[in-house]
């Protein structure tokens, strides 16, 4: 049986390019997995969480995160999509769920397979990043490798809190085929 498995962070003081890919990779592919784990186009646009946004602006967030932060400190120049680098970028916190289809009623969300290809987009992006910059150290909040390490703890944040609402929305699935 394939498994991945979550790695330990690098070490700021000291690691290679080789080691920071690797933390890369596995953070991305961990939020990779459990993103392809849903079955159907439609169930992205669902929202099994009255108090946060649909499952499709997540498959877009993290990869946003890492773009938008590495122009940010100057590691790239261009973006990839101006348009998903605003759609993606922020999450909403409402206090209602009225609140929340309020911010998001106008919002015309983007087909599945476009954001799939804007993640390997950004993936192929952070990697060369990652193989391109210059190492010193240690990386600190002040070093623009500080983006990335950024990057990559968030993206293994929502992979915790995906796999959440992901869990809710089967459970939800589940329930509606009992009742039928």
């Given at each position: 049986m394939n498994m991945l498995k979550s790695i330990q962070p690098p070490r700021l003081d000291k690691c290679d390019h080789e080691i920071l890919f690797d933390y890369f990779e596995n953070s991305w592919?961990?939020?990779?997995?459990?993103?392809?784990?849903?079955?159907?186009?439609?169930?992205?646009?669902?929202?099994?969480?009255?108090?946060?946004?649909?499952?499709?602006?997540?498959?877009?967030?993290?990869?946003?995160?890492?773009?938008n932060k590495l122009i940010q400190v100057g590691l790239l120049e261009q973006r990839i999509n101006p348009?998903?680098?605003?759609?993606?970028?922020?999450?909403?916190d409402p206090t209602s769920p009225d609140e929340l289809e309020q911010a998001m009623q106008d919002v015309q969300w983007p087909q599945v397979e476009d954001v799939w290809q804007y993640r390997d987009k950004a993936k192929a992006e952070v990697a060369e990043v990652i193989q391109n910059t210059l190492l010193n150290f240690p990386i600190t909040q002040n070093h623009p490798l500080w983006a990335l390490m950024m990057g990559m703890e968030h993206n293994r944040i929502h992979f915790e809190t995906s796999s959440r609402k992901i869990r809710i929305s089967i459970s939800m699935s589940s329930l509606v085929l009992l009742i039928q």
């Open positions: 592919e961990l939020e990779e997995i459990l993103m392809k784990s849903l079955v159907g186009e439609e169930t992205f646009y669902i929202n099994p969480d009255p108090l946060r946004n649909r499952l499709i602006f997540y498959l877009g967030h993290s990869a946003v995160f890492y773009i348009e998903y680098e605003i759609l993606f970028e922020i999450g909403v």
